[in-house]
């Protein structure tokens, strides 16, 4: 498994985010990849929090020009 260092019974990762070598607990499952996200869940959240302001900012400044044309 790519990134995952098993050492004994204790299972770390490096986390992409934030650079910190995390337990295995830490991070959320990724069952399309049979492991655990390449993030941590502290991480995790806090892009899900960004993905959210952008998208909410995203819709905020369509409405302005929002004006039912059917092209
Ligand atoms: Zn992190």
């Known amino acids: 498994m790519r990134g995952v260092n098993v050492h004994g019974t204790e299972a770390t990762k490096l986390c992409r985010g934030c650079g910190r070598v995390l337990p ?3 991070f959320y499952p990724n069952h399309v990849a049979g492991g655990v ?3 941590c869940k ?3 959240r ?3 929090a960004r993905y959210r302001a952008e998208w909410k900012a ?4 369509r409405r302005g020009d ?3 044309r059917h092209s």
């Open 24 to 26: 295995l607990d830490a």
């Open 37 to 39: 996200y390449a993030r």
């Open 42 to 44: 502290e991480c995790s």
């Open 46 to 48: 806090a892009a899900a």
């Open 58 to 61: 995203r819709v905020q400044g």
């Open 66 to 68: 929002h004006n039912h």
